[in-house]
């Protein structure tokens, strides 16, 4: 268990919480007005979520989520795994399936489970009606600096197919050597993450799939877009 001194808001119908005092500029309103008082990174914070909820072009969603990014520092690294550890729910990529959460004709809903106490994280795919199909990856990941632990190296496991969550119907090993990815932390805060993820190191930092769609098999960078929430199973049944 880690203690932190920290100042935290929430702000309400939005889901997103600030972590930490930091020195930001507040924006100027008038005391009408529905942002006042507020600080710039959570109105910024608003307006991603506004552009993914409202289904937006990529390249708009990118804008949003890099001027986010832009007040991300990197007195924040020492938190990443520590702040990461927990369940992600996935509000949106730019990635191709099953990544952005479909499988053929089937749309489910994506979640990350990371378990930063083994550096390991799980990837779940759940399509409703009562997840009836769900899709796991499992992988481990290590960072690739010992100071600066925003960027991770993954090592893929195995991928499950599981039926009416009775049996598994598809089940498929990978060499942890050979299948490999990136992921780079570039925001975090107590509810909401965005990662940068490609095949390569390489990949990721030229970012030549920045406002589109990532394709399939190309060395183009990912865009995930993340909120700290309960999954479905581990929701109170009987209720």
Do not use: H
């Not at 005391?31 to 914070?45: D, F, M, N, V």
């Not at 599981?162 to 942890?176: C, E, I, N, S, W």
């Not at 030229?206 to 183009?220: F, N, T, V």
């Amino acid at each position: 268990m880690m203690m932190m001194l920290t100042s935290v808001s929430r702000i309400d119908g939005v889901g997103f919480t600030r972590t930490r005092t930091q020195k930001r500029s507040i924006v100027t309103a008038s005391s009408s007005s529905p942002i006042a008082g507020r600080s710039e990174r959570e109105s910024t914070k608003d307006a991603l979520r506004a552009c993914i909820a409202n289904a937006s072009a990529p390249d708009v969603i990118e804008r949003r989520a890099s001027a986010l990014e832009a007040y991300y520092t990197k007195n924040d690294d020492a938190y990443v795994e520590v702040e990461t550890n927990g369940t992600w729910r996935v509000l949106y990529t730019n990635a191709p399936p099953p990544s952005d959460g479909t499988l053929g004709p089937l749309r489910g809903e994506s979640f990350q489970v990371v378990d930063a106490s083994e550096r390991r994280y799980e990837n779940v795919l759940s399509v409703p009606p009562e997840s009836w199909l769900r899709v796991v990856l499992r992988a481990r990941y290590e960072p690739m600096d010992t100071v600066d632990a925003t960027m991770w190296k993954v090592r893929f496991e195995d991928v499950t197919v599981r039926l009416f969550d009775r049996f598994d119907a598809v089940k498929k090993t990978f060499d942890p050597n050979a299948t490999t990815r990136i992921w780079q932390t570039t925001y975090l805060d107590e509810n909401c993450r965005i990662v940068r993820a490609g095949r390569t190191e390489e990949a990721v930092r030229e970012a030549r799939a920045r406002g589109r769609k990532a394709k399939a098999g190309d060395e183009d960078d990912c865009l995930f877009v993340m909120v700290r929430e309960v999954p479905w199973w581990e929701l109170p049944t009987g209720i």
